[in-house]
């Protein structure tokens, strides 16, 4: 069974640009949830999806957005980037999301702002 | 502030011996607590976890202990493998509340020496 897919993979933008970033969950795994790994705060919770709707969202700004598809493909979206938003972010998917607490993760985008 | 917390940044452990693992949080609501393993470029994988009900969870080689009045759990790896150096995060849940997502310590990176 195909695990999480998330890209791309590598990018590097400039302080203002806005990103994109995608992830295709397991099949049949309605819940994708964000994370930001960065050095000095290891892994953050920014949101989760469930069903196309945003159910759970952590303590990041409004230019941290994402949506969810119909076939519970995600995309998250950061605008005005500043270089605090360089980091690798995660995406996880699980059958039912966070609150069963099992999450398999994708291996990760990672951004870089100049 | 800090709701769950891996205090060693890294653990060096020879082969073959013992390799423990510590995780300290705050939040009392947190019901529900995990253990993910990372390596170089890839998402972290769920290792084991553990409910709040219970105060030992076995799996193979891994042990994760809870004592739930000093708020703590430790992840026992018996015996270490060259392959088990890597990153492990802590996380935790309130399955109940489920605003927040997983809440993830920093993380301890283990490394096993031949």
């Known amino acids: 069974k195909a695990g999480v897919t998330q890209t791309p993979r590598y990018l590097i933008k400039t302080r203002g640009q806005q990103v994109t970033l995608s992830c295709s969950p397991i099949?049949?795994?309605?819940?994708v949830s964000w994370y930001q790994q960065t050095p000095g705060q290891g892994l953050q919770f920014l949101f989760e999806?469930?069903?196309?709707?945003?159910?759970n969202k952590g303590n990041f700004p409004g230019r941290f957005s994402g949506r969810q598809f119909s076939n519970s493909r995600s995309e998250m979206n950061v605008s005005t980037l500043e270089l605090g938003d360089s980091a690798l972010y995660l995406c996880?998917?699980?059958?039912?999301?966070?609150?069963?607490?099992?999450?398999?993760f994708g291996e990760g985008s990672r951004l870089t702002v100049l | 502030d800090q709701q769950v917390k891996q205090n060693s940044p890294s653990l060096s452990v020879q082969e073959g011996r013992i390799s423990i693992l510590n995780c300290d949080y705050t939040?009392?609501?947190?019901?529900?607590f995990l253990w993910y393993k990372k390596y170089p470029a890839e998402g972290p994988t769920f290792l084991i976890s553990?409910?709040?009900?219970?105060d030992k969870n076995e799996d193979g080689r891994f042990t994760v202990f809870l004592n739930k009045s000093a708020k703590h759990l430790s992840l026992h790896i018996v015996p270490s493998q060259p392959g088990d150096s890597a990153v492990y995060f802590c996380?935790?849940?309130?399955?109940?509340?489920?605003?927040?997502?997983?809440?993830f310590g920093k993380g301890t990176h283990l490394i096993i020496q031949p």
């Open positions: 099949s049949g795994h309605r819940s």
């Open positions: 996380a935790a849940d309130n399955s109940g509340g489920g605003a927040d997502g997983l809440t």
């Open positions: 999806y469930f069903s196309e709707t945003q159910r």
């Open positions: 939040n009392s609501m947190f019901d529900y």
């Open positions: 553990i409910s709040s009900i219970k």
């Open positions: 996880a998917s699980s059958l039912y999301g966070v609150v069963t607490g099992e999450l398999f």
